[in-house]
C-alpha cells in the first residue's frame, strides 16, 4: 500500500462474496481427503467427481475457496501480471490493465473449457485458441474435443480454423454466434490427406467442390510469380 492505495503485489479475497456451490463441495472432499492420498491423485478424482476442470480445482487449492484476486496493483487497480478467481470458480491467468484483462491471458472455465491468447479491456480479442473439453465425470475427465484457434474480435471468433477431435479442421470465416459462415471455406480431412471446399448450411457441411489432395489444394491456392 502506498499513499492509502494498493500498489505492488498483493492478494485480496472478497470474503463478502461467500463460496460457490462447487468450492463448498470441492472444501469438503478436502476435509475428507485421506492422508494417504497425494493431489496428484485427489485433483482428478475432484475435478470429475464435480465435473469441473483441473485447473478450477488447482487455483482453488492454491488460493482459497473465496474470490480473490492475486497479483499486482497499480494505484488501486489490477494491473500487470495477476490471476483472478470469479465468483463462480472460474480462473484467469494473465495480464491486466485498469482491472480489465488486456494483453495475454489464459481463462479456464468451469466447465474445463479453456481460452488462452489476447485479450482486449476485457474481452477476447487478437488471435487465440478456446479449446473445448468433453465435460465428463471420468477417468480422464475434459479430454480435447476440439479447438477455435485464430482471430477473434470484441469477444467473437471471427476467423480461423476449428479443429475437431479427430485432427479434421474447417478453415473460414465465423458468425457472431461462433459459427462457420464462409461460402469460400475449407474442410481439410487431415487424416485422409483431403481437403474440399463448401459450406456448414445448418449445421451440415454443404461441399461446393471434390475431394482433393492437400498438396494440390496448397498449390493451387500459393499465388503465380511473376516472370
Known amino acids: 500500500v502506498h499513499g492509502g492505495k494498493k500498489n505492488g503485489k498483493g492478494k485480496y479475497i472478497y470474503k463478502s462474496l461467500g463460496m460457490n456451490e462447487v468450492d463448498k463441495l470441492l472444501k469438503a472432499l478436502q476435509e475428507n481427503k485421506p492422508d494417504e492420498e497425494p493431489y496428484t491423485e485427489f485433483i482428478p478424482r ?3 467427481a464435480l465435473s469441473v476442470g483441473p485447473e478450477i480445482v488447482r487455483a482453488a487449492l492454491e488460493y482459497g475457496f473465496h474470490p480473490c484476486y492475486n497479483g499486482d496493483y497499480i494505484n488501486n487497480l489490477r494491473h500487470g501480471k ?3 478467481k470469479n465468483k463462480d470458480g472460474s480462473v484467469y491467468k494473465g495480464d491486466w490493465k485498469d482491472n480489465k484483462r488486456h494483453g495475454e491471458g489464459l481463462y479456464y472455465f468451469l466447465n474445463g473449457d479453456v481460452y488462452s491468447g489476447q485479450w482486449f479491456e476485457g474481452q477476447k480479442h487478437g488471435a487465440g485458441c478456446y479449446i473445448f473439453a468433453n465435460g465428463k465425470a471420468t477417468k480422464t475427465p475434459h479430454t480435447l474435443q476440439g479447438s477455435y484457434a485464430g482471430e477473434w474480435v470484441n469477444g467473437v471468433f471471427k ?7 479427430d485432427g479434421t479442421y474447417y478453415e473460414g470465416k465465423f458468425d457472431a454466434k461462433n459459427r462457420p459462415c464462409d461460402p469460400q471455406g475449407c474442410l481439410k480431412f487431415t487424416n485422409l ?14 461441399p461446393t467442390d471434390e475431394l482433393i489432395p ?3 489444394y496448397a498449390a493451387a491456392a500459393a499465388p503465380e510469380e511473376s516472370v
Open 82 to 84: 495477476g490471476v483472478f
Open 46 to 48: 475432484a475435478a470429475a
Open 214 to 216: 492437400v498438396a494440390a
Open 159 to 165: 476467423e480461423g480454423q476449428w479443429i475437431m477431435s
Open 193 to 206: 490427406g483431403l481437403v474440399q471446399r463448401g459450406d456448414f448450411q445448418k449445421g451440415l457441411w454443404r
